[in-house]
């Protein structure tokens, strides 16, 4: 294959803290220097969610401001996506960011169970959310915890809800949502081509099986997503000790399975976004 694979870094989350993985980034500054050295490590995209001092999900228009400006001097042609995940805030409080045109941001479209809690995404909500996407010129990444996210995303694509090219994220191994298993990635890739033809895709992991999904995606054409959000070792024994190892331990599936890491100006290129 000699489609550039396109790595997204998921830097910080609501959940992982300083206690489990001091790498964690929390701070902006902190994002900041560890989004750097993911991106020089072939991460094109940067998936964030922002922090209080305590280390508790934040929401803040401000702190993502702040992200954004830093992000923009210290790797200014990263294509930046902002979370409006539901752990940072409640209703329209998740999507006050948007007004600052970020390149992308992530969309859930429908609701699903997490870990200790049922992650809520009303209709209402989703389309308040796809609407000031937008309105600001936002390209939403679907985020897809279940098969009917997938459909939901198609219906949106082809009502002019989610205009242009559908590019959506398979998330596997949230416990008591959709856990890891090769048939169901497959069927889901083979349904996401059937509804929406042009639709590009990518693929996250949780927990040990980051790196699971992460060859899968590769050596299937897709995209994919590494950091410490979502994984916060490398093994069992042996705690992450940044951002980028495990953007480099993607980048180097890439190698085995003869895939050029996509470049800044590639994934842009590719996902159909404005130039930086």
């Not at 401001?65 to 790797?75: D, R, S, V």
């Not at 294509?79 to 045109?101: D, V, Y």
């Not at 042996?238 to 480099?248: V, Y």
Request: aromatic share 6%.
């Amino acid at each position: 294959m000699t489609t550039p694979c396109i790595l997204c870094v998921a830097i910080t989350g609501s959940v992982p803290t300083k206690a489990a993985n001091p790498a964690v980034p929390i701070s902006v500054e902190e994002q900041i220097e560890s989004t750097h050295a993911a991106y020089e490590a072939g991460a094109s995209i940067c998936h964030a969610h922002v922090r209080n001092a305590d280390e508790t999900p934040s929401s803040d228009p401000e702190k993502f401001a702040a992200l954004q400006e830093g992000l923009k001097k210290h790797c200014p042609d990263m294509i930046i996506q902002f979370s409006t995940g539901g752990r940072s805030g409640a209703g329209e409080a998740r999507g006050g960011m948007l007004p600052l045109r970020p390149d992308m941001a992530s969309l859930s479209v429908g609701s699903n169970n997490f870990p200790t809690r049922v992650y809520e995404n009303p209709p209402q909500l989703v389309d308040w959310l796809a609407g000031e996407m937008r309105t600001y010129e936002v390209k939403p990444e679907i985020e897809a915890f279940d098969l009917s996210h997938i459909f939901k995303a198609a219906e949106m694509n082809k009502d002019g809800r989610i205009p242009g090219q559908l590019y959506v994220q398979f998330v596997m191994g949230v416990k008591n949502a959709m856990p890891v298993d090769r048939e169901v990635f497959d069927f889901y890739i083979k349904t996401l081509s059937r509804l929406a033809p042009d639709a590009l895709w990518c693929a996250a992991g949780i927990g040990p099986n980051q790196i699971v999904l992460n060859e899968w995606s590769i050596a299937a054409g897709g995209h994919t997503r590494a950091g410490l959000e979502d994984n916060v070792r490398l093994d069992k024994d042996t705690l992450a000790p940044s951002n980028a190892a495990l953007i480099k331990r993607a980048a180097d599936l890439c190698e085995k399975y003869e895939r050029p890491v996509a470049t800044p100006a590639q994934a842009r290129e590719i996902l159909g976004l404005r130039p930086a």
